[in-house]
């Protein structure tokens, strides 16, 4: 089992609407980096187009490349990412932040080849990976990043979904993974395939753990029923685990989801998190300096684990190159 981690590299707390967009955030991973080199980690930074165009920005990530500590993927924002429409949901920096999913095929394509030339100019090499932002994805954006030569995505988020989030105005929000696993599949093309390695998104509680059906039927139901919520208060709380370091999550989780992903099998484990979340203050998840000391204390320690239980680290194009299907 390998290793993968994945940083969405993008711009200063996205949620915070009215201000300018900035990139200060990028200013803090350094430090990160050199937690990665430690450990001989090599991180997938899947960049948004704002970061393309932060001088600071190029120089950082084009010496990471350069000395290959890293990988440079991409990150759609469909909200910062041109062409741009005047229309609620589809104009630059717009509150509503619309789904790649529900965005007209054509624009679509434009924003992903937008994006694509922008890393290739900003940063000296074509990206082959690609985070859809949101999670918004499906088979017509799996096409159009075929057909722009990338190799794997990480977008799919197995057993979450994200119908009930709006992203559009009058559109279909988010897209369903409930019945999704983190295992890798492909979508097949006449020209190809692209390779999908979902975010390591698991249940790590019995009877969740074991059996596929009971676990769908759970989290397709939770919501609609007093007693499943109450169920999951009591035995299922945060289930089920993302291989995320939210706030709440020590050493014991990571074991968790490191050790159920050894059960299963599985080829390798995607680790998720912004580059926001390294600046205090920067994301919700991270509000001050002492958060930030924590988070990295939690890194390291996941790190030393990965070490002692000798799980190498690979990029995401590098584990599509691995993975056979």
Not at 1 to 27: A, P
Not at 299 to 309: G, I, S
Request: aromatic residues 14%; glycine residues 4%; proline residues 6%.
């Amino acid at each position: 089992m390998e290793f993968i981690l994945t940083i969405d590299t993008e711009g200063d707390n996205q949620w915070d609407y009215g201000r300018e967009l900035t990139v200060e955030n990028i200013k803090y991973v350094p430090r990160f980096q050199a937690l990665c080199d430690k450990y001989q980690i090599r991180p997938t930074y899947l960049v948004t187009s704002e970061v393309c165009d932060d001088p600071f920005s190029k120089e950082l990530f084009s010496d990471y490349l350069s000395n290959n500590k890293a990988e440079i993927g991409a990150h759609l924002h469909s909200w910062t990412t041109p062409p741009f429409l005047d229309k609620e949901g589809f104009r630059f920096n717009d509150s509503n932040h619309g789904y790649a999913t529900e965005l007209p095929e054509n624009i679509l394509s434009e924003k992903i080849t937008n994006l694509t030339n922008q890393i290739e100019a900003s940063f000296g090499e074509r990206p082959f990976s690609f985070r859809s932002g949101r999670y918004g994805f499906n088979e017509v954006l799996a096409g159009i990043l075929r057909d722009n030569s990338y190799l794997v995505d990480s977008s799919v988020t197995p057993y979450i979904s994200w119908s009930s989030h709006a992203g559009i105005p009058g559109g279909i929000g988010g897209p369903d993974f409930i019945d999704k696993t983190p295992y890798p599949y492909n979508y097949n093309f006449p020209e190809g395939s692209l390779l999908e390695i979902p975010i390591t998104i698991l249940p790590t509680r019995f009877p969740l753990n074991k059996n596929k059906a009971i676990a769908s039927h759970f989290f397709n139901n939770v919501e609609k029923s007093i007693f499943l919520r109450a169920f999951r208060k009591l035995f299922y709380n945060k289930q089920p685990l993302w291989l995320r370091p939210n706030i709440w999550m020590d050493i014991s989780h990571f074991e968790e989801v490191v050790n159920e992903s050894i059960t299963m099998k599985l080829p390798c484990i995607v680790m998720i998190f912004h580059s926001s979340e390294l600046m205090p203050g920067c994301s919700i998840y991270r509000s001050d300096k002492e958060s930030i000391e924590k988070l990295y204390d939690v890194l390291e320690r996941f790190f030393m684990l990965l070490h002692n239980r000798n799980i190498d680290s690979v990029t995401l194009t590098e584990a599509a190159k691995i993975i056979k299907l």
